[in-house]
């Protein structure tokens, strides 16, 4: 893939007056972050519920809980935290141990999945952008900010469970806009995920920059107005689209 300058793909950065951010593989990769988190909450099963423990080292049964959890809550699909905290129940009910133990046991996982590692490029990013536009985080994930140690260079952040839907859906796009005083045109947003980020982002009014760390084609329909493989590349857009 060529990565494409703002002026081939039609980048209005003179129309840009803040940024939207996602978080998980954006920020930090999420797989390494969540398979921690997975090791350290069967750690504290070995000790309170070995049984269940030992069951979630089946192969499958993983995504075995998690299927049945989304399949009997609906209503938390936007919600990855209920859901998890589900899929722990789940086990524990299968393993014929205390359900009750899935509070104190989700704790311990989303306590861990708090712990990020960030990209290099991710955190002189933050302070370039910060300092030139207000930034708003949108995520589809359960991340906190403020726990993750990114919150002091967000006016604000928006996810999925707490808005009562996510990405690729219009309404949240449209909310981080609003909470700096903006209309989606206003705000360009910046994410990994070709549909949730870039083609939610469009379809919301807002430019979108695709964020590609790991070569891949476009296989959408509208393109984004920019497409970089790392968040220095994307402050150097911005900034030589700026002079």
């Given at each position: 893939m060529a990565f494409a300058t703002p002026d081939s793909l039609a980048l209005d950065v003179k129309r840009i007056a803040a940024i939207s951010l996602d978080l998980d593989d954006t920020l930090w990769p999420i797989w390494p972050t969540i398979e921690r988190a997975e090791r350290v909450l069967h750690d504290w099963l070995l000790r309170e519920a070995p049984r269940t423990a030992d069951l979630l080292v089946t192969p499958g049964?993983?995504?075995?809980?998690?299927?049945?959890?989304?399949?009997?809550?609906?209503?938390?699909?936007?919600?990855?935290?209920?859901?998890?905290?589900?899929?722990?129940?789940?086990?524990?009910?299968?393993?014929?141990?205390?359900?009750?133990?899935?509070?104190?046991?989700?704790?311990?996982?989303?306590?861990?999945?708090?712990?990020?590692?960030?990209?290099?490029?991710?955190?002189?990013?933050?302070?370039?952008?910060?300092?030139?536009?207000?930034?708003?985080?949108?995520?589809?994930?359960?991340?906190?900010?403020?726990?993750?140690?990114?919150?002091?260079?967000?006016?604000?952040?928006?996810?999925?469970?707490?808005?009562?839907?996510?990405?690729?859906?219009?309404?949240?796009?449209?909310?981080?806009?609003?909470?700096?005083?903006?209309?989606?045109k206003d705000v360009l947003h910046v994410g990994d995920d070709a549909a949730l980020d870039v083609v939610g982002a469009l379809d919301a009014g807002m430019q979108a920059a695709w964020l590609v760390r790991e070569e891949r084609p476009w296989e959408h329909g509208a393109r984004p107005q920019l497409i970089v493989p790392n968040l220095h590349a994307l402050c150097m857009a911005l900034d030589t689209a700026r002079d």
């Open positions: 049964i993983l995504r075995e809980l998690r299927e049945a959890a989304a399949k009997e809550r609906s209503d938390l699909a936007h919600d990855l935290s209920a859901l998890r905290r589900e899929s722990i129940r789940g086990a524990l009910r299968r393993a014929g141990e205390d359900p009750a133990l899935a509070e104190p046991a989700f704790d311990v996982f989303f306590e861990e999945r708090q712990r990020v590692t960030l990209y290099d490029d991710a955190l002189p990013a933050l302070k370039w952008l910060s300092e030139r536009y207000p930034l708003v985080a949108v995520s589809n994930g359960n991340a906190d900010i403020h726990r993750t140690g990114v919150g002091r260079w967000f006016r604000t952040a928006f996810n999925a469970r707490d808005f009562g839907s996510g990405k690729p859906h219009a309404p949240i796009f449209r909310a981080a806009a609003a909470s700096v005083g903006l209309l989606p």
